[in-house]
């Protein structure tokens, strides 16, 4: 039977050596009668798990000194309340870059807590670009910059960091997180929910600069709150054991197959190959965002002929090439090529778009 490619946005395929350590770890209890899903987070097994999986994420990364890493429960979107509930303090004023659909929902929740100054905005128009990077008027007051770097949806993906001076530069990375390296000493937090590149949905990562937990976060519930977390080892409420053992085994894949330059080095040729194919294509298939800023995770793109939307999507599922349908604000379609998409399935769909584009002659 050939192989089907899961081209999904989130939860988005894993790699299969991960699934099949995950599926030993799964069967296998230890002396205390517990499996991985079975054991409780006050047990040294647990603890070790935890431990584990922070120092391998911190070697990926090359962790600098002075950042602490939290597995939380929960998704993304939670973090679009914590960061306000945590990082505010006694500031008012909280600055958020406008790239797209899942910076609007990140603006519309700081809203909730605090006075947001959109201070760079996306042009929404063909062709999308990241917002411009220079001269962000950063209100002096400020608590901290936010930034999406990987718009999931629109497929927008920033060429560069604005330079936010003083003001910590926060960062939604769950589109783009271990896609290659990064300089984390450029941020004061990233957060990254789990569900591309790190494993299964349910669990947030978050990096976050020691001195930012010396803010006032009066608001902020319990498990909510990082400084709380970070000083009961990660187990303010019960941590999703499952999903971090599972995020170590993802670690150990990465490290594996050559680390994050290794992804980087991937992840690029992948999207070099569909892009070209699009670009190539006489106008059949175009792509909306300027070269540039096309994501390297989520490569968006349409038929110029918008009737034939969905005999594409039909056909390249039953040609095995499944979840290619565009975020549901943005329309067409979009393969999502994240670390554990391998390019026998960037080949696959390239090969059925000329196909498909010849059959329609
Ligand atoms: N931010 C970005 C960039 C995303 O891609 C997503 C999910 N696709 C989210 C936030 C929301 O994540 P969750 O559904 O896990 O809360």
């Given at each position: 039977m050939s192989p089907v490619y899961n081209f999904a946005s989130g939860p988005a395929r894993l790699p299969d050596a991960v699934l099949e350590r995950a599926r030993d770890t799964l069967l296998l209890r230890g002396a205390d009668g517990a499996c991985a899903l079975e054991r409780p987070f006050s047990s040294p097994a647990f603890r070790a798990t935890l431990e584990r999986a922070r120092q391998r994420l911190a070697a990926l990364l090359g962790l600098p000194a002075g950042y602490r890493v939290l597995f939380l429960a929960g998704g993304?979107?939670?973090?679009?309340?914590?960061?306000?509930?945590?990082?505010?303090?006694?500031?008012?004023?909280?600055?958020?870059?406008?790239?797209?659909?899942?910076?609007?929902?990140?603006i519309r929740e700081a809203r909730r807590y605090a006075e947001v100054?959109?201070?760079?905005?996306?042009?929404?128009?063909?062709?999308?670009?990241?917002?411009?990077?220079?001269?962000?008027?950063?209100?002096?007051?400020?608590?901290?910059?936010?930034?999406?770097?990987?718009?999931?949806?629109?497929?927008?993906?920033?060429?560069?960091?604005?330079?936010?001076?003083?003001?910590?530069?926060?960062?939604?990375?769950?589109?783009?997180?271990?896609?290659?390296?990064?300089?984390?000493?450029?941020?004061?937090?990233?957060?990254?929910?789990?569900?591309?590149?790190?494993?299964p949905a349910g669990l947030t990562v978050v990096i976050v600069r020691e001195d930012l937990l010396e803010r006032e976060a009066r608001y902020a519930p319990a498990p909510y709150c990082y400084r709380q977390q970070l000083a009961e080892n990660n187990t303010v409420n019960t941590p999703v054991g499952w999903a971090i053992e599972l995020a170590a085994l993802v670690f150990d894949w990465i490290a594996e197959s050559g680390g994050l330059a290794a992804m980087a080095l991937a992840n690029r040729r992948k999207a070099e190959r569909l892009y070209h194919a699009i670009d190539t294509s006489g106008g059949f298939y175009q792509a909306p965002v300027a070269h540039g800023h096309r994501s390297p995770s989520n490569v968006r793109f349409q038929l110029a002929d918008e009737r034939l939307t969905e005999p594409f999507l039909q056909?390249?599922?039953?040609?095995?090439?499944?979840?290619?349908?565009?975020?549901?604000?943005?329309?067409?379609?979009?393969?999502?090529?994240?670390?554990?998409?391998?390019?026998?399935?960037?080949?696959?769909?390239?090969?059925?778009?000329?196909?498909?584009?010849?059959?329609?002659?």
């Open positions: 993304a979107m939670q973090q679009f309340s914590m960061v306000p509930l945590n990082l505010l303090g006694r500031a008012r004023c909280a600055a958020y870059a406008d790239s797209g659909y899942w910076a609007g929902r990140a100054a959109v201070v760079a905005r996306y042009q929404g128009a063909t062709p999308l670009a990241a917002p411009p990077l220079a001269n962000w008027p950063l209100p002096d007051d400020c608590a901290y910059c936010h930034i999406t770097p990987n718009e999931t949806g629109e497929g927008i993906a920033y060429p560069a960091l604005p330079d936010t001076g003083a003001v910590p530069l926060v960062a939604d990375a769950t589109s783009c997180f271990l896609a290659g390296p990064l300089d984390v000493s450029r941020f004061g937090l990233i957060y990254a929910g789990a569900q591309k590149n790190i494993g056909q390249a599922e039953a040609a095995g090439l499944t979840h290619l349908r565009g975020h549901c604000h943005v329309g067409g379609l979009r393969a999502s090529l994240y670390n554990a998409m391998p390019q026998a399935g960037v080949d696959a769909l390239v090969a059925f778009m000329a196909d498909f584009s010849r059959r329609q002659g």
